[in-house]
């Protein structure tokens, strides 16, 4: 059985930097696409990053973060990273990570139909 488990949230002045990880169970994360999320109450869940299954793991953003932050992995942990610099109180919200029910996708997953596995969410807050 797959399992996500988000880690790294916590409370951040804006400015500071947070580095959140995504540890996959169940199955290895070598490859895996791979997207971050975020959620604020009373929102929807919006787009963050993501890894595609491509050699070099190409990467793409949300325009609010770009620049800002980063989508990683480290196979030998079996873990996607997003790290997040410059963070801003608008950053503040609930952030999952997800993967597609195929596992592997050549293409930019940015739409949360796209993912199957979610994991359960890590808080940011990011103080002003």
């Known amino acids: 059985q797959v399992q996500l488990v988000e880690s790294g949230g916590g409370l951040v002045q804006a400015g500071g930097s947070l580095r959140l990880s995504c540890a996959a169970s169940?199955?290895?994360?070598?490859?895996?696409?791979v997207g971050w999320f975020r959620q604020v109450p009373g929102k929807e869940r919006e787009f963050v990053a993501t890894i595609r299954s491509l050699s070099g793991g190409n990467t793409y953003y949300a325009d609010s973060v770009k620049g800002r932050f980063t989508i990683s992995r480290d196979n030998t942990k079996n873990t996607v990273y997003l790290q997040m610099n410059r963070l801003r109180p608008e950053d503040t919200a609930v952030y999952y990570c997800?993967?597609?029910?195929?596992?592997?996708?050549?293409?930019?997953?940015?739409?949360?139909?796209?993912?199957?596995?979610w994991g359960q969410g890590t808080q940011v807050t990011v103080s002003s």
């Open positions: 997800a993967a597609p029910l195929h596992w592997y996708s050549g293409s930019y997953l940015v739409n949360t139909d796209d993912y199957y596995y």
């Open positions: 169940g199955r290895t994360f070598s490859g895996a696409a």
